[in-house]
């Protein structure tokens, strides 16, 4: 690592978030870890791996090459593209055995140029529902009756039926409700079309974590995997978030009052103050929404001073401190905690988009790979992840 900056990766964390995500469904409901973006910026393959050894059945991930990477790094768990790819790229799915969302009879139409009928290899998918998140997705009877006859073609196997929840993080559940019911509607025309399909599913982690009766055949699990939850609804199991980041001063420095920091002359020094430049900016995913927050320095909270630039921030220090302190921008110092629940509340949003932005030049550690290399069971362990233990 030649960068002072890094996050800190548990996967027993992970790990153990899945098994109580587990325990607490019930057994036949299968487990779809989802590692899209990065595994939520925690390392895909390293994420999908821990989920795996808590007993995963599935791996999601949003794009063709994220499932591409997943193959190339050997895991053989059957793998969900949750966005609709592209019917040229069928072959390239069909190579790497994976089991692509479908949302309409003008796509396999297409496809078909790419994918003969009838040839060997048999296409699996999983037709994805809009009810009322207005993402993606069949919305209306017609289109369904549409997809109906491509989806009974002896080389497509159906191997899934799925829609997901616009509000599972909202006290109201009356939308939620609606959109459940209409699923339910929908699960009929899929009943009555004859197609024989292996999992219908609708959850990610908050609505199977709060709703288990809607777990269905299967829950996609992402943000609770790595220990999120909203923070206003009570967490009916435990969960640990399972990345911490960490930095270290590169400068320090003694401001006279008047004197200015940052671009734009944005912070002022009130008074002789101490300063210091934390090498991490926008670049790394600390975004300019970010000013505003503290981070920890010597087991005391620090603000940031000014705004952020691209590749570094300054913080006002409680005193002067040396070069090549620690700093903490998420996890503990000293007693001291900043959690990813308050850094989501500062910019308004979730905590997986946090840990999702967190950028390709910041190292991943994984502190407990030893123990994980000791203790799981016999999956290898890419050669790179050694690498980046410190
Ligand atoms: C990202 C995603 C999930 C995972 O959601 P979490 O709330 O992070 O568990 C599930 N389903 C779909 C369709 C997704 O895009």
């Known amino acids: 690592?030649?960068?002072?900056?890094?996050?800190?990766?548990?996967?027993?964390?992970?790990?153990?978030?899945?098994?109580?995500?587990?325990?607490?469904?019930?057994?036949?409901?299968?487990?779809?870890?989802?590692?899209?973006?990065?595994?939520?910026?925690?390392?895909?393959i390293e994420s999908a791996k821990a989920a795996m050894n808590a007993g995963a059945d599935y791996l999601a991930v949003a794009y063709l090459e994220e499932a591409v990477r997943l193959r190339d790094a050997g895991l053989q768990l059957p793998i969900l593209v949750l966005t609709p790819i592209r019917p040229e790229h069928v072959p390239l799915a069909l190579k790497h055995d994976l089991s692509l969302t479908v949302t309409s009879a003008k796509w396999f139409c297409?496809?078909?140029?790419?994918?003969?009928?009838?040839?060997?290899?048999?296409?699996?998918?999983?037709?994805?529902?809009?009810?009322?998140?207005?993402?993606?997705?069949?919305?209306?009877?017609?289109?369904?009756?549409?997809?109906?006859?491509?989806?009974?073609?002896?080389?497509?196997?159906?191997?899934?039926?799925?829609?997901?929840?616009?509000?599972?993080?909202?006290?109201?559940?009356?939308?939620?409700?609606?959109?459940?019911?209409r699923f339910l509607d929908m699960k009929e025309w899929a009943r009555a079309s004859g197609l024989a399909i292996r999992h219908y599913h609708c959850a990610g982690s908050v609505a199977a974590l709060r709703f288990p009766h809607l777990a269905m055949d299967m829950v996609r699990i992402g943000a609770a995997m790595y220990g999120f939850y909203p923070a206003k609804l009570?967490?009916?199991?435990?969960?640990?978030?399972?990345?911490?980041?960490?930095?270290?001063?590169?400068?320090?420095?003694?401001?006279?009052?008047?004197?200015?920091?940052?671009?734009?002359?944005?912070?002022?020094?009130?008074?002789?103050?101490?300063?210091?430049t934390v090498p991490i900016g926008y670049a790394d995913g600390w975004a300019q929404r970010m000013q505003g927050t503290d981070v920890l320095i010597g087991g005391r909270?620090?603000?940031?001073a000014g705004k952020i630039s691209m590749d570094q921030l300054m913080i006002k220090l409680p005193g002067p401190f040396a070069e090549g302190t620690p700093v903490t921008l998420i996890g503990t110092q000293g007693g001291k905690r900043i959690t990813f629940a308050e850094l989501a509340a500062h910019i308004g949003s979730v905590a997986q988009e946090v840990s999702a932005s967190l950028g390709v030049r910041i190292t991943r550690t994984y502190k407990d790979i030893e123990e994980v290399r000791a203790k799981w069971d016999k999956t290898t362990w890419p050669d790179d992840i050694s690498q980046a233990v410190i």
């Open 110 to 181: 297409e496809m078909r140029n790419f994918k003969p009928c009838g040839s060997a290899c048999k296409l699996r998918v999983h037709a994805k529902m809009d009810t009322g998140l207005g993402r993606i997705g069949i919305r209306t009877k017609q289109e369904w009756d549409e997809l109906v006859p491509w989806l009974h073609a002896e080389d497509v196997e159906m191997d899934g039926f799925y829609t997901h929840f616009a509000t599972a993080g909202q006290e109201d559940t009356r939308f939620l409700e609606q959109q459940a019911a």
């Open 1 to 44: 690592m030649l960068r002072d900056t890094w996050a800190e990766i548990s996967l027993s964390r992970i790990r153990e978030n899945m098994l109580n995500i587990r325990r607490s469904l019930p057994g036949s409901v299968k487990l779809m870890a989802v590692v899209k973006a990065n595994g939520y910026g925690h390392g895909d």
């Open 234 to 276: 009570a967490c009916p199991v435990k969960l640990e978030p399972a990345l911490s980041l960490h930095s270290r001063l590169i400068q320090v420095k003694k401001l006279a009052k008047g004197e200015y920091i940052g671009y734009d002359n944005s912070y002022q020094a009130k008074e002789e103050e101490w300063i210091g």
């Open 301 to 304: 909270r620090a603000p940031i």
